[in-house]
């Protein structure tokens, strides 16, 4: 059964720092991997989705990697502010369906 | 397009009453998805829908809870009789083919006293 983890599960850092986010995956067979943010009360918004063949992708100043065989996909945000607080969640694609982690709440202070 | 819509916001009942959440996804989106969130468990999927027809419904928790599709434009979860334990926030989801990025909706709080 494939299980999504994590770390940490909260973060708080300074204005202006880049920070990496961290999520690990049991099982590599997957077809994709999805980083949301969601927002206090609010739905989730996709962020980036990595298919599995790919390594990474970037869209502004966020960039997710994926590395299938160790099971593990980073989220990277550069250059933080305050507006990026919220929390942070990791699915994977298994066939249709999506895994989620229990995500990372970001505070970034100003 | 305006989005995954999603009624009511907020529902509050009480123990042992029928519930109905509803849920229109994006226009041409093949899939439905419903999720449930809570702080222990996270967010889990329960049932999702291709072209209207249920596919795989293994993550419904009880028979107590049901969902249709009617057309592609309008789905319902129920739960009869709810129960304090099934509070939690209700998410629909859509998207285009199997693999795409999944469009949440603003979710249903759901409080059973």
């Known amino acids: 059964k494939q299980e999504v983890t994590q770390i940490p599960a909260a973060l708080s850092v300074p204005e202006g720092e880049n920070l990496v986010l961290n999520c690990s995956f049991t099982?590599?067979?997957?077809?994709?991997l999805q980083w949301f943010r969601q927002d206090p009360g609010k739905g989730l918004t996709s962020l980036l989705l990595?298919?599995?063949?790919?390594r990474e992708q970037t869209s502004g100043r966020l960039n997710a990697s994926l590395d299938k065989s160790s099971g593990r996909s980073t989220l990277y945000i550069a250059a933080s502010q305050p507006g990026d607080s919220a929390t942070y969640l990791c699915a994977v694609g298994a066939g249709t369906a999506l895994i989620f982690g229990k995500g990372t709440t970001l505070s970034v202070s100003s | 397009d305006a989005g995954v819509i999603q009624s009511p916001r907020h529902e509050v009942t009480e123990m042992g009453q029928e519930v109905t959440l509803r849920c229109k996804p994006i226009?041409?989106?093949?899939?439905l998805f419903w999720y449930r969130q809570t702080m222990m468990r996270g967010l889990e999927l329960l049932i999702y829908?291709?072209?209207?027809?249920?596919?795989?419904d293994s993550g419904m928790p009880e028979d107590r809870f049901s969902a249709k599709m009617p057309n592609a434009s309008f789905s319902t979860l129920k739960i009869q009789p709810s129960e304090p334990r099934d509070s939690a926030v209700y998410f629909c989801?859509?998207?285009?083919?199997?693999?795409?990025?999944?469009?949440f909706g603003p979710g249903t709080r759901l409080t059973v006293l």
């Open positions: 990595i298919q599995s063949s790919q």
């Open positions: 989801a859509s998207s285009l083919p199997a693999g795409d990025t999944q469009y």
């Open positions: 099982d590599s067979a997957i077809y994709n």
């Open positions: 226009s041409g989106h093949d899939y």
């Open positions: 829908f291709n072209n209207n027809v249920p596919i795989d």
